[in-house]
């Protein structure tokens, strides 16, 4: 019964005491309380203010068959960061009564009742317990159990008490207790159960092998933090850890977990342990009274609380817990609550081990949405993370993507680049697909370049048509008809090859572009090299004693033609067999399209046969123009001199722009350079011929021009 006539919490007094009542001296009132009335009739003056709580018994007992001894704190003394007394001579500062704990004891005694009367749990036999208060202090805190155990505290292994019925002990809440507590009980074999928070320190079965904790470890607090922090979008966080050893166990685990997804931490603070304490859980014992003989069985003792959490003593079988998610109510200012909104249970599947009611989280006062906690904001799509140099992985900077790459989602690390077949949009967040492109006929640029050349092909043939129709008048004859017909006919071909290039390319037509430009362009510089040399030797032929007339009657200049060609053709032969042209793809001369072009293939092979055009070209024109000296009746030669003229700056030009354009501009830059040349060639040789068949024909007949060189022999004499 209560020693005390001031407070009873949930017993009424009486003046007997029968077995298994429970007597109250634990934290009982010795003297008067004035003041206590005072303050049960002001709930708003905390009772531990008063001074009928300095004076007090620290025991509780109920009397049974079996016995369970208890300790627990009520009050304490200021202690250092260390874990010692701040005051070294042992005074420290006196802390309030701690009505917390105080209910641990009620609880345990309700739960001790409950027990008894349950006559499925205990056959013919009681539990009792007796309860003491412990010291935080280091050395005082070994005096009650020194008492509990031999019923002096300065004799020990000593017991001067009867016989104690006594089989385990239970303490709690703060770890740090139960482990000194437990290098005492250790010596003597006694099982001791210690209800508080999961503590690192007295985990270790070597070190204190009878000492159980009810509490799971916690293994998955690392994980539903983070999940929690996830959940807000929370990457830059201070974190304030206990400073004890499950604080330092816990600080790298956390980290460890944040690192994974890319969280980061602004700072770390270490505070002292205050001892807060969780709900008491409380076993019945089903065996013999021999306390060597419990620890066995206590190891596989495994049960369901009446809140239906399994309980495991056992350290390597302990589940992971599930947690909790409270939020602190603080409306009307000073309230305090903690709120269950949420919990976290690693047993759900993954995604869904997180449940969090938000509607009920009460934020700071006047404050309605949920706090921002990052270092830098997020980058958008279109943008990648690049990092600030001497800091966390959190504060970064937002680079745009470069061209032809893409970020589609929120914080990218790296940008994408899009596939060869698709192009970055000007947001750069998503890949488009482009649109084929090449120098077709139906493009304005393609279509003009068609028209010129059947434009060009067309005036060919008619010029040709003019020539043979006019085959027998001295200005036909004078200038080779055989040659001018097959130089007329190659540039025919010279201009309908540049329609290769016009429209969508293939292997044939990549292979036709090429080898029919050489050759056809080779029979054409050919032509025009051995009219040139025709021209030499029929003017060297007319001066007595030569030897030029044999070769000029022979026809021998004519063997240039497919001399050149069979070398143009053997160079055009091995370009096919080394690395012959192929359709290809440019996906980056135009944005928003992939050209389609033909690949030269070997530009070696390419350059030497433009090289050896060039060469016959250079060779045309050198004759040419060391024969512009001859005779106005024999202008030939200054004709043939400037259509090469014409000819080798064209393509000494092609080279420069030819290698800076892209895309089909550089297929039309080819296609131009093709019909300039021929069109240079055809209006500088036929040009003044057809302009003497077609508006002077009076000067193209023989007796004209027997005339007009007796006139220049005449005046020669």
Not at 129 to 139: E, I, S
Not at 232 to 252: A, E, K, R, Y
Request: charged share 15%; net charge neutral; hydrophobic share 45%.
């Amino acid at each position: 019964m209560f020693s005390s006539p001031c407070f009873s919490p949930g017993y009424l007094a009486t003046d007997a005491e029968p077995q298994g009542s429970f007597t109250q001296d634990f934290w009982g009132l010795t003297r008067d309380c004035d003041d206590m009335s005072h303050s049960l009739l002001n709930p708003a003056r905390s009772l531990a203010d008063t001074s009928c709580f300095t004076a007090m018994r620290h025991q509780a007992h109920m009397d049974g068959d079996v016995m369970i001894g208890g300790f627990y704190p009520s009050f304490s003394y200021a202690m250092g960061m260390d874990g010692t007394n701040s005051d070294a001579s042992g005074q420290g500062e006196f802390k309030p009564f701690s009505f917390k704990n105080y209910q641990f004891v009620l609880a345990l005694a309700f739960a001790i009742e409950e027990i008894n009367k349950n006559p499925d749990l205990l056959h013919n036999f009681t539990l009792g317990f007796d309860v003491y208060d412990v010291y935080t202090r280091v050395w005082e805190a070994f005096k009650n159990p020194f008492i509990w155990l031999f019923g002096k505290y300065t004799i020990p292994n000593y017991s001067c008490g009867r016989d104690s019925k006594s089989i385990a002990v239970l303490t709690g809440p703060l770890g740090s207790m139960a482990a000194q507590i437990g290098t005492l009980l250790e010596l003597y074999r006694f099982p001791q159960f210690t209800f508080g928070p999961f503590e690192l320190a007295v985990s270790d079965h070597n070190k204190i092998p009878t000492l159980y904790q009810v509490a799971p470890k916690d293994t998955s607090i690392a994980p539903a933090m983070v999940s929690l922090l996830l959940h807000f979008s929370w990457n830059w966080v201070g974190l304030l850890i206990s400073q004890d050893d499950n604080g330092l166990w816990f600080l790298p685990k956390l980290k460890e977990e944040m690192t994974k997804y890319r969280l980061c931490v602004a700072f770390e603070l270490l505070v002292s342990n205050k001892g807060l304490s969780q709900m008491l859980q409380l076993m019945a014992v089903y065996n013999e009274i021999n306390k060597s003989s419990l620890h066995p069985f206590l190891k596989n003792i495994q049960f369901y609380s009446p809140a239906g959490d399994q309980v495991i003593l056992d350290e390597t079988r302990k589940l992971e817990p599930e947690y909790d998610i409270l939020n602190i109510w603080n409306f009307p200012d000073g309230l305090e609550l903690g709120v269950k909104v949420g919990m976290f249970s690693p047993y759900a599947l993954h995604g869904n081990q997180l449940s969090l009611s938000e509607a009920m989280i009460q934020w700071a006062i006047a404050t309605t949405e949920t706090p921002h906690s990052v270092c830098s904001k997020s980058c958008g799509p279109g943008f990648r993370k690049s990092p600030q140099e001497g800091k966390v992985a959190c504060c970064f900077y937002c680079t745009p993507c470069p061209q032809n790459e893409i970020a589609n989602e929120t914080d990218m690390e790296q940008c994408v680049r899009c596939a060869d077949h698709q192009y970055a949009n000007t947001q750069r967040d998503e890949c488009l697909l482009r649109a084929a492109s090449f120098l077709a006929f139906g493009d304005p640029l393609g279509m003009a370049l068609a028209c010129m050349a059947l434009c060009f092909s067309m005036l060919t043939a008619a010029v040709l048509g003019l020539f043979v129709k006019h085959q027998d008048t001295a200005i036909v004859k004078a200038n080779n008809r055989a040659l001018s017909y097959i130089l007329l006919i190659s540039l025919i071909f010279c201009f309908l090859c540049a329609l290769l290039f016009i429209g969508r390319p293939n292997t044939a037509t990549c292979i036709l572009q090429q080898i029919t430009f050489g050759v056809v362009f080779t029979v054409v510089v050919s032509t025009v090299l051995a009219k040139t040399v025709t021209v030499v030797l029929a003017f060297k032929a007319t001066c007595p004693g030569r030897r030029m007339r044999g070769l000029l009657v022979s026809g021998a200049p004519n063997l240039l033609i497919p001399i050149c060609t069979l070398i143009q053709v053997s160079l055009c032969g091995l370009w096919l067999g080394s690395s012959p042209p192929f359709v290809d793809t440019d996906a980056h001369s135009e944005h928003g399209h992939i050209i389609i072009l033909c690949n030269k293939g070997s530009l070696t092979a390419f350059y030497c046969v433009l090289g050896y055009l060039g060469s016959l070209a250079l060779a045309s024109f050198t004759v040419a123009f060391l024969a512009r000296n001859l005779p106005d009746t024999f202008n030939e030669a200054k004709f043939l001199t400037f259509s090469m003229l014409v000819f080798c700056s064209v393509w000494l030009t092609f080279l420069p722009v030819y290698h800076s354009a892209k895309g089909k501009v550089m297929v039309a830059v080819e296609v131009f350079s093709i019909l300039a040349s021929g069109a240079g060639l055809l209006g500088c040789i036929f040009a003044p011929k057809c302009y003497i068949i077609t508006f002077k024909p009076s000067s193209n007949y023989l007796c004209d021009f027997r005339d007009k060189r007796h006139s220049i022999a005449s005046s020669l004499a």
